[in-house]
């Protein structure tokens, strides 16, 4: 069987670069040394977009020119010789020069973007001949009729038959909503019986533009914005070239206006309007005639608050500029994380993961990168949905964070915070949050029955109905409250309060598991090729024996929680029994009461770190361990050396490192950093919809 499948599109715009993110996603998750490739691109010296997303997202180890077979000038060439076998087997000598660093590749076919337009997919077919690939066709159904698309397939199965190709299935991407049940009708009885077919509805929001693309494209400069403002959608474009007032008229949602450099009042007026709440806000303003913005307006933006918007400025005129924007044609690029979302989000609702698994050939990798680790998460996330409170809905990380999570249909999710607020910065960072819940802490129906309920639980601390009705104000309370009623699953919180202000709540009202102590933390360290636990590295200062003993049987739990089997080391300056002093006494004590209390826990202690991890180190200091050389789950002494080694560990072997995950709670509660990413926020709420499940 081969270990290899090639996508290829029928026809042109058929969304073929979301059909390769969402099977490159699902390969990534069970493979390690994967390969993509293409036949042809269109240069040799700018990366094609679609190596550049694959290999950026993905990790992906190959220099640009390994990725690809021909250049189309190269291309060009063979055809102009007459030397069209020449062409293939360029190709073929490069995919096997990639082959042999490759466990499985992908193969993505070409764009129906130049002279081969005329018999584009017979040359991609000829292609996944000549390298052993399976075929998954693709077939566009935007701006057809049910009977059209049924045309488009039956004429792509014939010439798939000519062909003699290895047909695994067909995909009908971009359809109609209303005529998707009709579609999957005509692939079930025109297709063989079993063969893949899938139908996947058009997606407005994957087709808009970018500035980013625009800027790219156009080849524009940036005069004014930052990075995720160049991610910015853009819905139309607009010549302004009236007075104000009737710009303001026209302006919506995601506009790109488009106007001469020396228009001072428009610039004025809409830079206004990212300030207003009353007007819609604009994607962006693109400067025409090659001129820099006068001092004056330089002066103005820039004493403002940072703005919503993105400016840029090409040498060309306004009418040419327009014709330019106008041919830019949507991409999938790896700076757009919400677009990349919603793509995969739809490709997952509309494509049985499990029935490509069975049609595909790979073996499964025993190694685990953080690309895989990390999609094992939103796997198990996915399958068995839980609910997330946010208490901090006027961060603008957690919001973008929010909103990824949802396009990935991932988790259900609750914001706390003034709605309009909400609404109004998710508009101002062009992201959407549908599908999101939203309470305000100082407007709703629960904090009568919340302040009642601390109450019951904190009147022995002394804490009266007034005091405990105005903690309910504050949102890590509020949270916290909602997870110990039942009203979510999990709280994560951190991005701009202090851990004890995340935690304490949590416990006062949840509290620690029956047996445990202490609540601590882990963190998942994704290594290059395996995921390691390290505990802890977040809360506790100096744990003594005891409570050294419950970090340990915690992060075990934590481990097997995420498949991986646990071998704790308990870690020291000294190894074995030569050491002496009363650090190493307590790691010694330590180990002792967790096999005490958990004799089916493989433990070590004392052990130095390269004997846990090392197996050369250990075979000549603990030859008879079952823990040292291949220790999973490594558990600090204090926190000092637990804090300064996995930030040791995570910026030298440029490890992703996935927490702090509190353990030891009756429900999941967990704490950011206030430096976090949004990834480290999207990460730690998948963690904490997983750790919701076992409860």
Do not use: W
């Given at each position: 069987?081969?270990?290899?499948?090639?996508?290829?599109?029928?026809e042109?715009?058929?969304g073929?670069?979301?059909?390769?993110?969402?099977?490159?996603d699902?390969?990534?998750?069970?493979?390690?040394?994967?390969g993509?490739?293409?036949?042809?691109?269109?240069?040799?010296?700018?990366?094609?977009?679609?190596?550049?997303?694959?290999?950026?997202?993905?990790?992906?180890?190959?220099?640009?020119?390994?990725?690809?077979?021909?250049?189309?000038?190269?291309?060009?060439?063979?055809?102009?010789?007459?030397?069209?076998?020449?062409?293939?087997?360029?190709?073929?000598?490069?995919?096997?020069?990639?082959?042999?660093?490759?466990?499985?590749?992908?193969?993505?076919g070409?764009?129906?973007?130049?002279?081969?337009?005329?018999?584009?997919?017979d040359?991609?077919?000829?292609?996944?001949?000549?390298?052993?690939?399976?075929?998954?066709?693709?077939?566009?159904?935007?701006?057809?009729?049910?009977?059209?698309?049924?045309?488009s397939?039956?004429?792509m199965?014939?010439?798939?038959?000519?062909?003699?190709?290895?047909?695994?299935?067909?995909?009908?991407?971009?359809?109609?909503?209303?005529?998707?049940?009709?579609?999957?009708?005509?692939?079930?009885?025109?297709m063989?019986?079993?063969?893949?077919?899938?139908?996947?509805?058009?997606?407005?929001?994957?087709?808009?533009l970018?500035?980013?693309?625009?800027?790219?494209?156009?080849?524009?400069?940036?005069?004014?914005?930052?990075?995720?403002?160049?991610?910015?959608?853009?819905?139309?474009?607009?010549?302004?070239?009236?007075?104000?007032?009737?710009?303001?008229k026209?302006?919506?949602?995601?506009?790109?206006?488009?106007?001469?450099?020396?228009?001072?009042?428009?610039?004025?007026?809409?830079?206004?309007?990212?300030?207003?709440?009353?007007?819609?806000?604009?994607?962006?303003?693109?400067?025409?005639?090659?001129?820099?913005?006068?001092?004056?307006?330089?002066?103005?933006?820039?004493?403002?608050?940072?703005?919503?918007?993105?400016?840029?400025?090409?040498?060309?005129?306004?009418?040419?500029?327009?014709?330019?924007?106008?041919?830019?044609?949507?991409l999938?690029?790896?700076?757009?994380?919400?677009?990349?979302?919603?793509?995969?989000g739809?490709?997952?609702?509309?494509?049985?993961?499990?029935?490509?698994?069975?049609?595909?050939?790979?073996?499964?990798?025993?190694?685990?990168?953080?690309?895989m680790?990390?999609?094992?998460?939103?796997?198990?996330?996915?399958h068995?949905?839980?609910?997330?409170?946010?208490?901090?809905?006027?961060?603008?990380?957690?919001?973008?964070?929010?909103?990824?999570?949802?396009?990935?249909?991932?988790?259900?999710?609750?914001?706390?915070?003034?709605?309009?607020?909400?609404?109004?910065?998710?508009?101002?960072?062009?992201?959407?949050l549908?599908?999101?819940?939203?309470?305000?802490?100082?407007?709703?129906?629960?904090?009568?029955?919340?302040?009642?309920?601390y109450?019951?639980l904190?009147?022995?601390?002394?804490?009266?109905?007034?005091?405990?009705?105005?903690?309910?104000?504050?949102?890590?309370?509020?949270?916290?409250?909602?997870?110990?009623?039942?009203?979510?699953?999990?709280?994560?919180?951190?991005?701009?309060?202090?851990?004890q202000?995340?935690?304490?709540?949590?416990?006062?009202?949840?509290?620690?598991?029956?047996?445990?102590?202490?609540?601590?933390?882990?963190?998942l360290?994704?290594?290059?090729?395996?995921?390691?636990?390290y505990?802890?590295c977040?809360?506790?200062?100096?744990?003594?024996?005891?409570?050294?003993?419950d970090?340990?049987?915690s992060?075990a739990?934590?481990?097997?929680?995420?498949?991986?089997?646990?071998?704790?080391?308990?870690?020291?300056?000294?190894?074995?029994?030569?050491?002496?002093?009363?650090e190493?006494?307590?790691?010694?004590?330590?180990?002792?009461?967790?096999?005490e209390?958990?004799?089916?826990?493989?433990?070590?202690?004392?052990i130095?770190?390269?004997?846990?991890?090392?197996?050369?180190?250990?075979?000549?200091?603990?030859?008879?361990?079952?823990?040292?050389?291949k220790?999973?789950?490594?558990?600090?002494?204090?926190?000092?050396?637990?804090?300064?080694?996995?930030?040791a560990?995570?910026?030298?072997?440029n490890?992703v490192?996935?927490?702090?995950?509190?353990?030891?709670?009756n429900?999941?509660?967990?704490?950011?950093?206030?430096?976090?990413?949004?990834?480290?926020?999207?990460?730690?709420?998948?963690?904490?919809?997983i750790?919701?499940?076992?409860?």
């Amino acid at each position: 069987m081969s270990k290899n499948l090639y996508i290829a599109a029928a026809e042109a715009e058929a969304g073929k670069s979301m059909i390769i993110l969402g099977i490159m996603d699902f390969l990534s998750r069970h493979i390690d040394k994967i390969g993509f490739f293409r036949p042809i691109v269109r240069s040799g010296e700018v990366m094609d977009n679609h190596i550049r997303l694959i290999s950026s997202r993905y990790n992906l180890k190959f220099d640009y020119e390994s990725m690809y077979g021909l250049t189309s000038d190269e291309m060009l060439e063979f055809h102009q010789t007459g030397d069209t076998e020449g062409v293939f087997t360029s190709i073929l000598n490069k995919y096997k020069q990639l082959e042999q660093n490759c466990d499985f590749i992908l193969v993505e076919g070409s764009d129906f973007r130049s002279y081969l337009s005329t018999y584009e997919f017979d040359f991609n077919l000829n292609v996944a001949n000549n390298l052993g690939c399976p075929i998954i066709s693709i077939v566009r159904g935007y701006n057809k009729a049910v009977s059209e698309v049924s045309e488009s397939i039956q004429i792509m199965r014939r010439v798939m038959q000519h062909e003699k190709c290895i047909q695994l299935g067909t995909i009908v991407n971009r359809a109609s909503k209303n005529d998707l049940s009709k579609i999957k009708d005509i692939l079930k009885t025109s297709m063989p019986e079993e063969s893949l077919n899938f139908v996947i509805p058009e997606e407005k929001f994957l087709q808009r533009l970018t500035m980013r693309q625009i800027k790219d494209i156009i080849g524009a400069e940036v005069i004014y914005g930052d990075d995720e403002s160049l991610n910015y959608d853009v819905t139309d474009f607009k010549v302004a070239a009236m007075n104000i007032e009737s710009v303001l008229k026209n302006v919506t949602e995601g506009t790109l206006i488009i106007t001469p450099v020396d228009r001072l009042d428009l610039l004025v007026g809409l830079s206004l309007t990212l300030l207003s709440d009353n007007y819609p806000k604009i994607a962006g303003i693109l400067l025409t005639c090659g001129l820099k913005p006068d001092d004056q307006f330089k002066q103005l933006i820039y004493g403002l608050k940072k703005l919503p918007v993105a400016i840029l400025s090409v040498e060309s005129d306004t009418f040419k500029a327009a014709a330019d924007v106008n041919k830019v044609r949507p991409l999938l690029l790896p700076e757009n994380e919400q677009r990349l979302a919603t793509a995969l989000g739809l490709f997952e609702d509309h494509v049985n993961i499990k029935q490509l698994a069975d049609k595909i050939t790979f073996s499964s990798s025993e190694v685990v990168t953080p690309v895989m680790f990390e999609y094992q998460l939103f796997n198990r996330a996915k399958h068995n949905r839980k609910h997330i409170v946010l208490p901090e809905g006027n961060d603008d990380r957690i919001l973008r964070a929010a909103s990824i999570l949802l396009k990935r249909n991932v988790v259900d999710i609750t914001l706390l915070g003034n709605e309009d607020e909400i609404y109004r910065k998710a508009a101002e960072l062009h992201i959407s949050l549908e599908g999101a819940f939203i309470i305000d802490p100082y407007d709703n129906d629960l904090i009568g029955e919340y302040a009642a309920e601390y109450f019951r639980l904190r009147k022995h601390k002394g804490i009266t109905k007034e005091a405990a009705k105005e903690l309910m104000y504050d949102v890590s309370y509020l949270g916290t409250m909602m997870v110990h009623k039942g009203h979510a699953d999990g709280m994560v919180s951190g991005a701009a309060h202090t851990t004890q202000h995340t935690i304490r709540p949590a416990f006062e009202i949840i509290k620690t598991k029956p047996g445990i102590s202490i609540v601590s933390s882990s963190f998942l360290m994704c290594l290059e090729d395996r995921v390691l636990v390290y505990g802890d590295c977040a809360i506790n200062p100096i744990p003594n024996a005891e409570q050294l003993a419950d970090i340990a049987i915690s992060s075990a739990q934590t481990a097997s929680m995420f498949g991986i089997e646990p071998r704790i080391a308990m870690l020291s300056y000294s190894t074995g029994k030569s050491g002496k002093g009363v650090e190493v006494e307590k790691v010694r004590k330590a180990t002792e009461i967790v096999r005490e209390r958990c004799p089916d826990l493989k433990t070590e202690g004392p052990i130095q770190y390269d004997a846990a991890i090392d197996a050369r180190v250990a075979k000549a200091k603990m030859p008879d361990s079952e823990v040292a050389g291949k220790a999973t789950i490594f558990i600090f002494p204090d926190l000092n050396t637990g804090n300064n080694t996995y930030k040791a560990v995570q910026r030298s072997a440029n490890a992703v490192a996935i927490g702090p995950v509190l353990q030891g709670l009756n429900k999941p509660v967990n704490d950011l950093s206030r430096g976090c990413l949004v990834a480290d926020i999207v990460n730690t709420v998948v963690i904490t919809a997983i750790q919701a499940q076992e409860q």
